[in-house]
């Protein structure tokens, strides 16, 4: 009862800080004119590093940056906004960037409560002895990133809102490192925390979330309805337009929790996405308790793609070569546990153009999947299971017979993987909506020896194939090999049972910390497919037949 009470008194506080706005004109004429702030904020800075003083306070107000000079946070000097109403930096023209910088001999400092129209941050390589922060902070569009860290550790990015308007849409059917477009862009970082943070949203549904998220977003939330609803700055209501929440390259030890990565405005309407999560010849990446909708499972989104490393040693710093090498050589050590994934999915590929192919030691566990799109989203016949299932492996390498045959084989003579290794799927539960077959688990061309699937994957909703034996329990497709003549009630392929599930307890394959989260009740926030699908509860249970 006490933890209840807490948790009412917390979304009350959230809810009442982001409703109680003074629109009054004393609050609203500060923001009528564009102040040209490069300079002041510049020397305020360098003067703040000078004297020692630790924290360079903003006013409210809407202040403009030259996006050709970047601001450069000093030694020793951490940036505030006001604590109540907007302090925002912006540029006079919306189709260029500005940006802070961040250098390496500035160590433990903060951004913090500050609103990023078109001016995004970026970190440059750092050692840091203490953890630095960005905190609680508004970002509208922002290049490539709203937040680029590179050669960096310790960075801890919570309680921020990540938005992205049509008119800064990527272009890029299948982005790259220079050309994607993303909340955070983390190359080469380690030991990094991204939590609580919001990316994409409908802002005509903004209210549906205030009473699921943590106390942190209060202030960025409620600087972004004063200046919805009180400065009246002709945001588009869609704000969803991220190819990618964040991109991940060559990083260690990034934990991913606690965030909502929404795409959904609506859930049909075509964009150029990459994936929710892309992380990329990366180790130790942990990917919990999040809830991520609308990137569609094809073509080409998803919730999370972990790939092996590609070739790009061209952008490395040979000085960090040591630590470069370990972190490029393997996509190992990836653990996607108690996320809700709507009409999204999980992948991992060994990469057709890489270095080092290994995927290995990638744990998917107590994940709900809820598939929502069917036909509308469908994939050319040919990649039909191969790519776009609920859990997904395929090695695009050993499919073009080590490269020297063009286009990948797609058919079940693809030569059976030698570089997938320890993959385990358990626990996961699959649902879809009425006239949708739920999806399954594509093993690809695995060598089945490498893969832990327990009958712990199972559906909630009518399974693939009602009325068989054990219907309930997620089939595994694998090598693309289908029952002959037979389809689902929705015309779906069935899955041909040549690779059994483990019956053995696959618990200890579970770090012990990541056993038993659970996952968040963002969901709840949320109706997908223009208001007409419900969401489920992931604690829905296990189908039974009849």
């Given at each position: 009862m006490k933890f209840s009470s807490i948790i009412f008194a917390t979304a009350l506080l959230v809810i009442s800080s982001v409703n109680a706005l003074d629109c009054s004109p004393e609050n609203t004429e500060i923001y009528s004119e564009e102040l040209d702030y490069s300079s002041t904020l510049q020397d305020m800075i360098d003067e703040a590093s000078r004297t020692k003083k630790p924290v360079?306070?903003?006013?409210?107000?809407?202040?403009?940056?030259?996006?050709?000079k970047p601001i450069v946070l000093r030694k020793g000097v951490s940036l505030k906004g006001d604590p109540y109403q907007p302090s925002i930096l912006s540029v006079k023209d919306k189709n260029t960037t500005g940006t802070i910088e961040v250098y390496q001999d500035n160590q433990a400092w903060a951004i913090q409560d500050i609103v990023f129209e078109n001016v995004n941050i970026q970190v440059q390589e750092n050692t840091n002895e203490d953890e630095t922060a960005i905190l609680g902070n508004l970002f509208f569009n922002g290049q490539r990133g709203s937040i680029i860290a590179r050669y960096g550790e310790k960075l801890?990015?919570?309680?921020?809102?990540?938005?992205?308007?049509?008119?800064?849409?990527?272009?890029?059917?299948?982005?790259?490192?220079?050309?994607?477009?993303?909340?955070?862009?983390?190359?080469?970082?380690?030991?990094?925390?991204?939590?609580?943070?919001?990316?994409?949203?409908?802002?005509r549904k903004m209210e549906n979330l205030v009473p699921y998220v943590s106390q942190q977003l209060r202030a960025p939330l409620r600087n972004l309805k004063f200046i919805h609803e009180c400065l009246k700055r002709n945001l588009d209501d869609e704000q969803g337009y991220l190819a990618s929440g964040l991109q991940l390259y060559?990083?260690?030890?990034?934990?991913?929790?606690?965030?909502?990565?929404?795409?959904?405005?609506?859930?049909?309407?075509?964009?150029?996405?990459?994936?929710?999560?892309?992380?990329?010849?990366s180790n130790q990446t942990y990917i919990t308790e999040n809830f991520i909708a609308g990137w569609q499972i094809a073509d080409f989104g998803g919730a999370v793609r972990f790939t092996s490393a590609v070739k790009y040693f061209n952008i490395c710093r040979y000085t960090l070569i040591s630590y470069a090498i370990t972190s490029f050589?393997?996509?190992?050590?990836?653990?996607?546990?108690?996320?809700?994934?709507?009409?999204?999915?999980?992948?991992?590929?060994?990469?057709?153009?890489?270095?080092?192919?290994?995927?290995?030691?990638?744990?998917?566990?107590?994940?709900?999947?809820?598939?929502?799109?069917?036909?509308?989203v469908a994939v050319p016949e040919e990649l039909d299971g191969w790519l776009y299932e609920g859990v997904t492996f395929f090695d695009f390498y050993t499919a073009r017979l080590n490269y020297t045959v063009r286009p990948p084989i797609w058919n079940s003579s693809v030569p059976i993987s030698p570089w997938g290794w320890h993959i385990v799927v358990s626990d996961n539960k699959f649902g879809a909506t009425k006239g949708v077959d739920p999806?399954?688990?594509?093993?690809?061309?695995?060598?089945?020896?490498?893969?832990?699937?327990?009958?712990?994957?199972?559906?909630?909703?009518?399974?693939?194939v009602a009325g068989s034996k054990n219907a309930?329990?997620?089939?595994?497709?694998?090598?693309?090999?289908?029952?002959?003549?037979?389809?689902?009630?929705?015309?779906?392929?069935?899955?041909?049972k040549l690779v059994h599930h483990t019956d053995d307890d696959l618990n200890d394959q579970i770090p012990a910390q990541l056993r038993n989260l659970k996952i968040p009740e963002f969901w709840k926030a949320f109706t997908l497919k223009n208001d007409t699908v419900p969401m489920l509860s992931p604690d829905t249970p296990c189908y039974k037949s009849s």
């Open positions: 360079v306070y903003l006013n409210p107000g809407l202040f403009t940056l030259d996006p050709v801890y990015i919570d309680g921020n809102v990540f938005l992205r308007d049509e008119a800064h849409a990527g272009h890029y059917t299948l982005p790259t490192y220079n050309t994607t477009n993303t909340g955070v862009l983390l190359q080469t970082q380690k030991n990094t925390v991204v939590s609580n943070n919001i990316f994409g949203m409908d802002l060559a990083t260690n030890d990034i934990t991913i929790k606690e965030n909502i990565l929404n795409a959904t405005f609506p859930d049909t309407k075509p964009i150029s996405q990459d994936h929710a999560i892309s992380v990329v010849g050589i393997l996509q190992v050590d990836g653990y996607v546990i108690s996320n809700y994934l709507a009409n999204t999915g999980v992948m991992m590929y060994a990469a057709v153009h890489a270095d080092y192919k290994q995927v290995s030691n990638i744990v998917v566990h107590k994940n709900f999947l809820y598939r929502f799109l069917g036909k509308e999806n399954v688990i594509s093993l690809g061309n695995l060598d089945p020896t490498e893969g832990y699937f327990d009958r712990k994957n199972c559906y909630v909703t009518e399974p693939l309930e329990v997620v089939p595994l497709l694998w090598r693309q090999t289908y029952e002959q003549g037979k389809f689902s009630k929705n015309g779906g392929k069935i899955p041909m």
